[in-house]
């Protein structure tokens, strides 16, 4: 194979995978040969190789038999503009990094990213860095972007009630942030929901991230910390419900950040489209049946390896092993009863190690073909979802997740075998494809001309 496969002569690729992962039949398909159109960056034919298969091939033709090409990964809950907390602490991010150095930081995740093998992820808010999601991902996007990255589906600001969010000072505290910075943006009432929620759709947001619980009354740490750390509805019902209305409204999806399982129930009665964490899952049967409905459109993305990140870097194992008890009963509900999507609320640890979740899924008895399904097909159903594809419809407008005619032509080669070695293989990420264009090959990035 020569690098002639970078020329812009030919309007055509074709790969060969010795194996190609299906996430709709959950298998391992061999001898397969994917023609991609590198113009709208979609794949427009997928059939079976054999020995007697008459297309041509040249110089162009990518030759891919000794891996297992995935369609591109997906993580469903990242923060590009946070670097891990073991590094630098949250607040400190927010409060002593500059929003250029934040900035600056979010390309070099996004790269690191795609080189993992995730050519699509949902940033589920900029935690302090304003509106700057939106000018990354212009950079990220379109045929020739400005820097190597994923698809890039942004929430913007998150949205919070009053005094439920940080950073917080410990001089004025009744004022909302420090040093005029906010970690989300703040509305109380139904009215005010509405406006935040048009006002962030009107400056961009792919969707809405509402933080549905929390730890409110974390300023009692030093008398009562029990409380302090305890998660408290941030939202009555009637707002919840003017949140989620209006999103829908605008065909949008919302996400809710949501441990509690009183909250959980108020969030999956008013059709929330995914829950974040939902740690306490496993104290309610009543709720996973409900998620488990064949009726219900809810996505679980249960960021395992943020709370595991957490344990391992502060030695307290209590919240992790309280989530390793809900993604173990949510299974025992049946597998593929409850929607699942991968998200590791990747930033809390390093970008680059966003595999971690997957890892754990299958650690915690999650077999492989189903988290790899998670981690594609059902990464595209908790981002997208509707099918709206048209021709050069924009990076955002195209199915992904799924190698089939008419989807977005993303992929990722595996060296290894996921079967017998299922933590390092997919780790082993040779190559990597976003909108049909290369930006792996053999282990090594290609760099952008």
Not at 249 to 260: C, E, G, R, W
Request: aromatic share 8%.
């Amino acid at each position: 194979m020569k690098l002639a496969i970078f020329s812009a002569m030919k309007m055509f690729s074709k790969i060969l995978a010795g194996q190609l992962y299906d996430p709709h039949l959950r298998q391992l398909v061999p001898n397969q040969l994917i023609t991609v159109c590198r113009s709208t960056g979609l794949i427009t034919h997928v059939e079976t190789f054999t020995a007697t298969t008459t297309t041509v091939f040249d110089d162009e033709t990518i030759d891919l038999r000794h891996l297992t090409l995935c369609p591109g990964f997906v993580d469903a809950h990242v923060h590009f503009f946070l670097h891990s907390y073991a590094e630098t602490s949250w607040i400190d991010q927010l409060t002593k990094e500059s929003l250029a150095e934040r900035t600056i930081r979010a390309t070099v995740h996004a790269n690191r990213t795609l080189m993992a093998g995730y050519t699509s992820v949902r940033d589920l808010g900029t935690e302090g860095a304003e509106d700057a999601d939106i000018g990354l991902r212009k950079s990220l996007s379109g045929p020739n972007p400005l820097i190597a990255g994923p698809r890039y589906f942004t929430a913007n600001r998150a949205i919070v009630s009053t005094g439920s969010y940080g950073p917080k000072g410990a001089v004025r505290v009744n004022k909302e942030g420090l040093d005029d910075v906010v970690g989300a943006e703040a509305a109380d009432g139904p009215m005010e929901c509405i406006r935040v929620v048009r006002r962030q759709i009107g400056a961009g947001a792919d969707c809405i991230k509402i933080y549905a619980d929390y730890p409110v009354r974390s300023r009692l740490l030093d008398v009562s910390p029990r409380i302090a750390g305890k998660s408290i509805r941030t939202f009555n019902y009637d707002e919840l419900k003017i949140l989620i209305n209006t999103v829908h409204q605008y065909n949008l999806k919302i996400a809710a950040h949501a441990k509690t399982v009183p909250v959980m129930q108020d969030l999956l009665e008013l059709g929330i489209d995914s829950i974040e964490h939902g740690s306490e899952l496993h104290t309610s049967v009543e709720i996973i049946n409900k998620l488990a409905s064949p009726l219900c459109r809810t996505v679980w993305v249960p960021t395992l390896a943020a709370y595991y990140s957490i344990a391992q870097r502060t030695g307290d194992s209590s919240v992790w092993d309280t989530v390793k008890k809900s993604f173990q009963a949510v299974l025992a509900a049946g597998l593929g009863n409850v929607a699942i999507a991968c998200g590791g609320d990747t930033g809390v640890f390093n970008h680059g190690e966003n595999a971690l979740e997957m890892d754990l899924m299958v650690q915690l008895g999650a077999p492989w073909e189903w988290v790899l399904r998670w981690a594609t097909l059902g990464g595209w159903e908790c981002i997208g979802g509707v099918l709206e594809s048209e021709p050069d419809g924009g990076d955002n407008a195209v199915p992904f997740g799924w190698v089939k005619e008419g989807w977005a032509a993303d992929l990722v080669g595996l060296e290894g075998n996921l079967a017998t070695d299922f933590s390092a293989t997919i780790r082993r990420v040779q190559f990597v494809m976003k909108r049909g264009r290369v930006y792996k090959l053999r282990g090594k990035q290609v760099p952008l001309s």
